[in-house]
């Protein structure tokens, strides 16, 4: 991962994981948040049954959905955080050869 970025107090429960292979980005986060759900996003079956193997009997509810990034149909803040491989990012908009965090809903937790 190339950074991450979350203001102190702030609740990441669901992760989108776009081109998500191993799930390396997923394995990171989940045990400095108390996610609920993490969707896995990749092209390859093989490696989305990678990342299902390697982050299962952590407590998250997991999704595998095998699929370009650029053919999701995903609700506005139905996710608190998007992390994405380089090519994964590019369908999302995000400049060439950048990879990282994007934070796609306001809520934080009650202090």
């Known amino acids: 991962m190339t950074g991450c970025h979350v203001c102190a107090g702030t609740r990441v ?4 994981d776009l081109g998500c292979g191993a799930g390396n980005f997923s394995l ?3 045990p400095l948040f108390a996610l609920e759900k993490v969707t896995l996003v ?3 079956a093989n490696m989305l049954d990678r990342a299902m193997e390697r982050l299962g009997g952590r407590g998250v509810e997991l999704r595998a959905v095998q699929c370009d990034v650029r053919d999701l149909d995903l609700e506005p803040d139905s996710q608190d955080i998007i992390v994405a491989a380089a090519g994964a990012a590019e369908g999302i908009g995000l ?3 950048s990879s990282g965090t994007r934070r796609t809903s306001s809520r934080s937790s009650a202090a």
């Open 42 to 44: 990749d092209l390859s």
């Open 28 to 30: 990171k986060l989940a």
């Open 13 to 16: 429960e669901t992760v989108l």
């Open 95 to 97: 400049p060439h050869g």
